[in-house]
């Protein structure tokens, strides 16, 4: 796929599509690109002038990014995925990550589950962080408490992209070893520590909490 997409991008393969006549914003430079954008395999190959594809007349109107919220409870919504796509799509806002600590504190990975499972096929793309502090510590009582086993059971997803943010901070600087298998369970773990400082955060830090 990425030989592919680095050969549409030379200009030595045609795209699979190319949106033809947009004035394309830069969210990076905060301007307004003239060109073509092409887009092979899914993915855009380049902004410029592209030969052959489908092509779709944008006839001068603005194409912007989809926003991405990289951090979002959807189940706070109360609405189901489908209706909070319904909602959010509409304003520009075309993929979450979501940390669904709040529906497994209820049903355990069957609803972290579930929740994935029910934002399929949508316009808008969930991916979810296996919820890293269900409980959020010891004086909570959850009906469906996360083991590293559960929290390893939705990581097998192939939407669920990483640990959810660990917000048992004063665990994490003891050095719980609890807590320490859940951070060790993938690349990328989100934080949350908020007021701590000094050697209290260089120690979360150490842990490879981003």
Do not use: Q
């Amino acid at each position: 796929m990425r030989e592919r997409l680095l050969a549409v991008a030379r200009g030595d393969a045609e795209p699979d599509l190319v949106v033809c006549g947009a004035r394309v914003f830069s969210a990076f430079t905060r301007e307004w690109v003239a060109g073509d954008v092409a887009v092979a395999d899914g993915r855009i190959a380049g902004i410029g002038a592209f030969d052959g594809g489908e092509r779709i007349d944008a006839a001068g109107r603005p194409l912007v990014p989809g926003f991405v919220d990289a951090h979002v409870h959807l189940e706070s919504a109360k609405l189901l995925p489908s209706e909070f796509a319904r909602v959010v799509v509409a304003r520009g806002t075309t993929a979450v990550v979501c940390d669904p600590h709040e529906i497994a504190n209820v049903l355990g990975a069957e609803g972290a589950l579930w929740l994935l499972d029910a934002a399929e096929g949508l316009p808008l793309r969930v991916f979810a962080m296996a919820p890293s502090c269900v409980p959020a510590s010891a004086l909570e009582s959850p009906r469906g408490a996360l083991g590293v086993a559960d929290m390893a059971r939705i990581l097998e997803h192939d939407r669920a992209i990483g640990v959810a943010e660990v917000m048992d901070f004063p665990s994490v600087i003891a050095g719980d070893p609890g807590v320490l298998a859940k951070v060790a369970l993938h690349p990328h773990v989100d934080g949350h520590a908020p007021g701590v400082l000094g050697r209290n955060l260089d120690a979360y830090a150490a842990t490879g909490i981003a």
